[in-house]
């Protein structure tokens, strides 16, 4: 497991919202405190996820003292520890063999919507073993 800080913050009239300094982009809320942890690991998951199909490297966890100095921890009421898997999802580099033009296609297909390939052949595959 690899373990991510998110910064919990509250507005007035509004839920407890979760960021990750780590990962821009990635936040996520909850009605309560309970319910805005639970939701910052599946969100953190789901971001994680999504950036090695796309083919994008994982940064290393910054440490509390980054966190705290990042401008996500102005506001912050409390900080919150995330754990998510990390071998299970490491990616592994293969080798496949194509015809050239089934491999320009798929370069192509990937590319007019805004996906690496081995995201898109990763996709594929998916939606191919479910059925």
């Known amino acids: 497991m690899v373990a991510y800080i998110g910064v919990i913050h509250k507005d007035t009239d509004s839920e407890y919202g979760v960021s990750f300094p780590d990962f821009p982009g990635c936040a996520t809320a909850g009605k309560d405190m309970n319910e805005a942890s639970a939701m910052a690991k599946e969100a953190l998951t789901l971001h994680i996820d999504g950036m090695i199909e796309d083919g994008h490297a994982i940064p290393a966890p910054s440490t509390l003292e980054t966190v705290m100095a990042h401008e996500f921890a102005e506001s912050a009421v409390a900080f919150i520890v995330v754990d998510v898997p990390a071998?299970?999802?490491?990616?592994?580099?293969?080798?496949?063999?194509?015809?050239?033009?089934?491999?320009?296609?798929?370069?192509?297909?990937?590319?007019?919507?805004?996906?690496?390939?081995?995201?898109?052949?990763?996709?594929a595959a998916r939606e191919a073993m479910r059925g």
């Open 87 to 123: 071998a299970s999802r490491r990616a592994v580099k293969i080798s496949i063999t194509l015809p050239g033009d089934d491999f320009g296609s798929i370069d192509n297909f990937a590319k007019a919507r805004g996906m690496a390939r081995s995201a898109f052949l990763v996709q």
